[in-house]
């Protein structure tokens, strides 16, 4: 069973806002939607999406919010 959690950032905090959500552990899968809410990145996390893996994920992210003003980051947790 999934848990699905909803988070409403502006595109300056969304960097640090997926940062943290790898770092809690129990997150399965991070989707960022813009604020038409259509998909713009869909990140799997497991343990194999560590270091060399994660860098360039985050770069991708911070690009991605450098033409947000509000996105939404949909959280799919391990229950």
Known sequence: ???KEEF???GKELKEKVKH???EGN???IIIKNSEGN???EIPVNFAV???VLAPMLAAVGAI???LTDCTV????KK
């Open 21 to 23: 959500l790898i770092k």
């Open 50 to 52: 560590v270091g060399a």
């Open 39 to 41: 998909d713009l990145m």
């Open 74 to 77: 949909v959280v799919e947790r």
């Open 65 to 67: 919010a450098a033409f």
């Open 8 to 10: 409403k950032v502006s």
């Open 27 to 29: 997150v399965r899968r």
């Open 1 to 3: 069973m999934k848990k």
